[in-house]
């Protein structure tokens, strides 16, 4: 046995023990935790995400994301960028949602640092911040709370205008998005994941960044847990 954290599913398949038994649990960690995200709004709404759990646990942020995304436009940076005060009374009264001023004045902070990036895109800045080596965790104590490319990653989107991205979020963020594997040694996820590409920032991936961000973006994966799947959120 790889790791004796894994658990064996009903069709027979090792995985991570956070997979549980839930079909909301099994659908994202089969399909969408750690595998590689390179679309520019998708990884906009997984840092906007990470944002609003803070101090919730994730299943709040999981059951509540469809409705974010009708509150948030769909998490397309240039129509969150210009929302006003009007749209921040309209979010505060909206029960679908986390209703955290803070939060989503945040949010809307977050989109217009984007689009003001300039130099560089989110893609490129998550990706270039990718660690060389990462070691394959075999128990869930192994994984951890964030790393020093993900403190790095935090003071750079800090220096640029973002708001509530600590290095833990940040890490949450990294690991949802496929820039660091933490799937145990053994998961039938972990194994499919070491069997494919690489694919980090640059190449086809990183120069579409700025025309899929100029585009309505595509209907994202189903589930997402985010911040806490291993931690006292989870």
Known sequence: MAAKDLVEGSDGRLR??????????????????????????RLFEKLCLEGFQAGLSWYTILRKRDAFRRAFAGFEPARVAAFGEADVDRLLADAGIVR???????????????????????????????????????RSGQVPASIPESTALAVELKRRGFRMVGATSVYAMMQA????????????VRDELDATPDRRAGGAAGAGAGQRLAGRPPAPPLGYLGQGIWGERW
């Open 16 to 41: 991570c023990p956070w997979a549980g038994s839930q079909p909301d649990y099994l659908a994202y960690h089969d399909l969408e935790w750690g595998r590689p995200v390179h679309d520019e709004p």
């Open 100 to 138: 955290s001023r803070r939060k989503i004045e945040a949010t809307i902070a977050n989109a217009r640092a984007l689009l003001a990036l300039g130099d560089t895109t989110l893609e490129r800045l998550v990706w270039t911040h990718a660690p060389a080596r990462h070691r394959a965790p075999r």
């Open 177 to 188: 998005c496929g820039v660091v594997n933490d799937h145990l040694a053994g998961c039938f």
